[in-house]
């Protein structure tokens, strides 16, 4: 919707948008790293910090690749299909993570 007032006359959107999508998403990265890195650290035992802090950075590597994967099944023909298995995905994940954060949170023993 906001994007549809940044269309050129053939229909094509301003370089400036692709632009701003990636100005946003590192911004949430730059938000979100610190955090992370922090947290896994603090959880993992002394000796396999350096293990964890891999793992943590090879799990979007993993995300990156398994959309790369899925990406191949999009289509015009069924781009509403497509994003409403992804929606309902994303929806499921975050169902999953709020029903076991009770659990992610015991183990934390604590840490902040």
């Keep these: 919707m906001v994007l549809s007032k940044f269309v050129v006359g053939d229909e094509k959107h301003l370089p400036i948008m692709l632009a701003l999508v990636f ?11 610190p955090v992370g890195l922090s947290a896994s650290t603090k959880l993992a035992p002394k000796v396999f910090a350096s293990q964890i802090m891999g793992l943590y950075f090879l799990a979007p590597a993993m995300g990156q690749g398994l959309g790369a ?9 069924n781009q509403q299909v497509y994003f409403g298995i992804v ?5 499921g994940c975050a169902v999953l993570l709020l029903l ?8 934390m023993h604590g840490v902040n």
């Design 69 to 77: 994967q899925v990406v191949k099944l999009y289509s015009v023909d």
């Design 100 to 107: 076991a954060s009770k659990s992610i949170k015991r183990y």
């Design 87 to 91: 929606g309902v995905a994303t929806i």
């Design 23 to 33: 100005v946003i998403m590192t911004v949430g990265e730059l938000m979100l790293s």
